[in-house]
């Protein structure tokens, strides 16, 4: 009888319908697949039964995140000879149970039921997230920022570094992330025009960074609301060391609440993602409402591509578990549309999509240079999912599966008068 990397090999190959680009370890020690290709290291026959009772991306998922599978060698390499055939098959794709109508594959899979032991559903790791129904209530809402959020300051300090800035960094050749996030945080603060006096809202203010460098560095009132208690204390620590406390509030707070405007200015960086299509609109004339006349609003926003058919589009499962539960990506064409049916003037959108594929990769050294301690701080479970979740993102913006974009929108007066300036590649 063939060892348990080759059946398993077989078994895979026959289920999508194409050679296996990776080498295989099994339980037992075999071998299998081409020597120099990064390996898939399949601990135990657990791995297999989480699959099987959850075919597709989620069993995948839970066989990773509870360490049953694992990856030697490059890691990013590996994600990308697998991402086509698990995570990005497309609309056309050969689905599991398009297979499974094969003679063939089903008898393959007999083969893997033997080989995968008790025919026992083990229960998902810890980490998971129960299915939701992406209701988008301010509870809901406030559960999913608290799962993504509440891990641990000390756990996001080890992956961000010293700025303690969760989006997308703006590079330059032979930068820090340090100075990157800076520059990000200073090119926000050039897009709104931000003077003294002035009353800046920055929604899903985060650890206080945005607050901070703006209250400092241009000299504006800042409020900045959050939906984590843990990222509030922090954050408000950060303000009374900077001695900004006369300058910067920061609030545990729904958007949807804020009553105190109008503001000068509102930033929204990497927050929308949270919001959801149904709410998105809501989301959208919420924040131009809190506006005065001639206010700016910077929308800093990941958008994935559109498909043919948008109503066929389903939440990532893996990220939905795991990651950011009710998080919904749309098209940046959907975006604008909708900022512009709140009444907003869409004055500039430029893609930084590239600074968030080296963003997410300098995340990963910083996570696995302390891979010991990050464990430690979080769990086993929580790391190797930031793991997975950050390199196979990095590959998704390289490849332009994902982009993030930076939507720059006025509340343009009666009088049309929009008070950017002719050309407003000015920041730049």
């Not at 989480?50 to 990856?71: C, M, N, Q, S, T």
């Not at 086509?84 to 003679?103: F, H, K, S, Y």
């Not at 703006?170 to 897009?191: H, N």
């Not at 929580?382 to 793991?387: D, F, M, P, Q």
């Amino acid at each position: 009888m063939a060892d348990a990397a080759s059946r398993l090999r077989s078994v895979a190959e026959q289920v999508l319908g194409v050679p296996l680009p990776v080498r295989l370890r099994a339980w037992d020690g075999s071998q299998a697949g081409p020597p120099d290709a990064p390996t898939i290291v399949v601990r135990n026959r657990r791995a297999l039964r989480r699959i099987l009772f959850k075919p597709g991306e989620l069993g995948v998922a839970r066989a990773w995140v509870a360490g049953d599978l694992d990856i030697e060698g490059d890691l990013y390499g590996a994600l990308a000879a697998m991402s086509g055939l698990i995570w990005e098959r497309g609309e056309d794709g050969r689905t599991v149970l398009q297979a499974l109508r094969d003679p063939t594959v089903r008898a393959g899979v007999g083969e893997l039921l033997k080989l995968a032991g008790p025919p026992v559903p083990p229960a998902p790791p810890r980490e998971e997230v129960r299915r939701r129904s992406h209701l988008h209530t301010r509870r809901s809402d406030k559960q999913a920022i608290s799962h993504h959020y509440d891990v641990g300051n000390d756990f996001y300090e080890l992956v961000l570094g010293p700025s303690m800035v969760y989006s997308c960094a703006y590079w330059e050749d032979g930068g820090s992330l340090q100075t990157a996030q800076r520059d990000k945080l200073e090119l926000v603060c050039a897009k709104l025009g931000l003077t003294p006096g002035q009353r800046l809202l920055d929604v899903g203010c985060g650890w206080g960074s945005m607050a901070i460098h703006a209250a400092r560095e241009h000299g504006v009132s800042v409020v900045g609301v959050t939906l984590s208690q843990e990222q509030a204390t922090y954050a408000r620590k950060r303000v009374a060391d900077e001695g900004l406390t006369d300058r910067v509030e920061i609030r545990v707070q729904d958007y949807r609440d804020v009553r105190d405007g109008p503001y000068d200015a509102i930033s929204s960086i990497g927050m929308a993602e949270h919001v959801g299509a149904d709410r998105y609109l809501e989301y959208a004339r919420e924040l131009y409402g809190l506006l005065k006349p001639g206010g700016r609003l910077l929308n800093h926003q990941i958008a994935r591509r559109p498909q043919h058919d948008e109503s066929a589009y389903n939440v990532d499962e893996f990220i939905d578990a795991y990651v950011f539960p009710d998080g919904e990506l749309a098209p940046i064409g959907t975006t604008v549309t909708q900022l512009e049916r709140a009444g907003f003037e869409v004055r500039d959108v430029e893609s930084i999509r590239e600074h968030y594929a080296r963003t997410l990769r300098q995340w990963v050294v910083n996570l696995e240079a302390e891979w010991p301690r990050a464990m430690r701080l979080t769990s086993p479970g929580r790391a190797r999912v930031w793991r997975l979740y950050m390199a196979a993102s990095a590959l998704a913006f390289e490849h332009n599966r994902i982009g993030v974009n930076q939507v720059l929108a006025v509340r343009t007066p009666e009088s049309g008068a929009s008070g950017l300036p002719l050309r407003t590649r000015t920041w730049n």
